[in-house]
């Protein structure tokens, strides 16, 4: 039997973002984006199969070029450059990073001092400090320990990337509250993230799981926080990027009679339908009842 996790695969944003692209990849025979639009290998290279072109950055871009802006977002600037130089921008930034980009952008303009808490070398928060427009009013932290490092400041405003949990917003809040005579606190998280996370927790602890199949890209940090999350609830977890990956695990699957499934907010659909497919057949193999 397989029991699918209640939230798994494509987030909005992300789904918005590659359902673009497809669209644009009809009318356009080559469309760029800067960076990789997903952290998805097999998205990836079935986007590129139909003219996806992925620049390391926006001087690689050719005039005349179509560019759309991943989900991530862009600094201001990198936006401002490529519309200067005549290039075609369709902006996909996801609507949650837009708020946060434009909370901080308002913010400053309004005299506070930005604290963006975050991975500072996330394209995400590298978009979102490029909204800011006096940049040494501004600071990235990434925990609790930099949090005490911040100076005071009269009117200090507290942003979140999006996929950072709300514990932790609360705890750094709680130590800049000591550091303003006024702070603004913006709750610009996702639910996406934690909702893929509780779903994971609860498919393990609803089910009596012989083990869990999570579908997502090796270098995608939500999958990796997934597979955190399922291995502490004690399940064994089989993480696969592939068709093929799976198969080459058909060990695993022995003896495993009520298999869940997982997937990271990168893992399109059609990817999480082709090992289910693959999951299905092998219990059918072993005489197992496949819902
Ligand atoms: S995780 Fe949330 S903020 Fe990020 S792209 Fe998805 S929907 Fe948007």
Redesign the pocket.
């Known amino acids: 039997m397989i029991i699918m996790a209640e939230h798994a695969g494509?987030?909005?944003?992300?789904?918005?973002?590659v359902d673009a692209i497809s669209e644009s990849l009809k009318a356009n025979h080559e469309v760029w984006t800067i960076g990789l639009p997903i952290h998805n290998p097999q998205e990836v290279s079935r986007l590129e199969s139909l003219g996806l072109r992925v620049a390391e950055n926006d001087s690689e871009i050719p005039a005349g070029a179509k560019v759309l802006i991943r989900?991530?977002g862009e600094p201001l600037e990198v936006t401002e450059r490529l519309k200067s130089r005549g290039i075609d921008v369709e902006d996909m930034t996801?609507?949650?990073?837009r708020k946060a980009q434009e909370k901080a952008a308002s913010l400053s303009r309004e005299g506070y001092y930005v604290v963006l808490l975050g991975d500072k070398n996330h394209p995400?928060i590298k978009g979102i400090i490029g909204h800011v427009s006096d940049k040494s009013n501004a600071e990235v932290i990434a925990d609790e320990e930099e949090a005490q490092n911040v100076r005071f400041h009269e009117k200090t405003a507290l942003i979140s990337q999006?996929?950072q949990r709300e514990e932790r917003l609360e705890r750094i809040a709680g130590i800049l509250v000591g550091k303003s005579s006024e702070l603004r606190v913006c709750n610009t998280i996702?639910?996406?993230?934690a909702q893929r996370q509780e779903a994971a927790r609860e498919l393990v602890r609803k089910n009596n799981l012989d083990g869990v199949v999570l579908i997502g890209g090796k270098s995608s940090a939500?999958t990796g926080k997934l597979r955190d999350i399922l291995e502490s609830e004690g399940v064994n977890v089989l993480w696969v990027e592939d068709e093929s990956e799976t198969e080459r695990n058909s060990d695993w699957f022995r003896d495993k009679n009520m298999v869940g499934i997982a997937a990271g907010?990168s893992t399109p659909e059609w990817l999480i339908d082709k090992i289910k497919n693959i999951i299905a057949a092998k219990q059918e193999v072993q005489g197992v009842l496949v819902h």
């Open positions: 494509f987030c909005f944003g992300v789904k918005r973002a989900a991530h996801c609507p949650f990073v995400e999006t996929t996702c639910k996406a993230t939500n907010a």
